[in-house]
T-cell receptor, first 112, second 111 residues
Framework: EPEVTQTPSHQVTQMGQEVILRCVPI?????FYWYRQILGQKVEFLVS????????KSEIFDDQFSVERPDGSNFTLKIRSTKLEDSAMYFC??????????FGEGSWLTVV | DAKTTQPPSMDCAEGRAANLPCNHS???????VYWYRQIHSQGPQYIIH???NNETNEMASLIITEDRKSSTLILPHATLRDTAVYYC????????????FGKGTKLSVKP
């Protein structure tokens, strides 16, 4: 069964460092998403991406965040200068237009 | 998207049916009801969705009331591995929009 895959599964980074989280969406999907979940809190939407541009973003997704689909298979989330409060599980997801959204297993980011 | 209301927690005996309710009284005619679950801190897992008819798949059944203001997810024979947080989410038909997660229902399946 096709699945969304994410790397790394866990990353520890120093505050102020740049982090790139990577995702390989399901192959025929056209919509891509990033969500995050701070420990003990709800799953929160960050951004959706379609046709090589951001289609929707939340207020969490500020200028320190960016997304890219660099090579037609990967979908990345970059955090330019990490803060302690960026520590969270980050989930990538994908869907075919109008269809069910499928999630990856997540990348756990710890900022120290 | 319409909001949903779910009980914060429920218990179920292993082997018995787990019935998880969800209220979505402001749902509109072009909105689906989706169910996901999250086991520990894993990624949300799609379970089932429906518009107005009852639906069944290998994981669960979804019963939607005739007025569509509430629904029930049924896990017919709950196992310990079904212990998870279950989310009921409303999403527009054909919508490209994201999913809005609430707090869900923490289902604990007990031996």
């Amino acid at each position: 069964e096709p699945e969304v895959t994410q790397t790394p599964s866990h990353q520890v980074t120093q505050m102020g460092q740049e982090v790139i989280l990577r995702c390989v969406p399901i192959s025929n999907h056209l919509y891509f998403y990033w969500y995050r979940q701070i420990l003990g809190q709800k799953v929160e939407f960050l951004v959706s991406f379609y046709n090589n541009e951001i289609s929707e973003k939340s207020e969490i997704f500020d200028d320190q965040f960016s997304v890219e689909r660099p090579d037609g298979s990967n979908f990345t989330l970059k955090i330019r200068s990490t803060k302690l409060e960026d520590s969270a599980m980050y989930f990538c997801a994908s869907s075919f237009p109008g269809n069910t959204i499928y999630f990856g297993e997540g990348s756990w980011l710890t900022v120290v | 998207d319409a909001k949903t209301t779910q009980p914060p927690s429920m218990d179920c005996a292993e082997g018995r049916a787990a019935n998880l309710p969800c209220n979505h009284s402001t749902i509109s005619g072009n909105e689906y009801v989706y169910w996901y679950r999250q086991i520990h801190s894993q990624g949300p897992q799609y379970i089932i969705h429906g518009l107005k008819n009852n639906e069944t798949n290998e994981m669960a059944s979804l019963i939607i009331t005739e007025d569509r203001k509430s629904s029930t997810l049924i896990l017919p024979h709950a196992t310990l591995r079904d212990t998870a947080v279950y989310y009921c989410i409303v999403r527009g038909v054909g919508s490209q929009g994201n999913l809005i997660f609430g707090k869900g229902t923490k289902l604990s399946v007990k031996p």
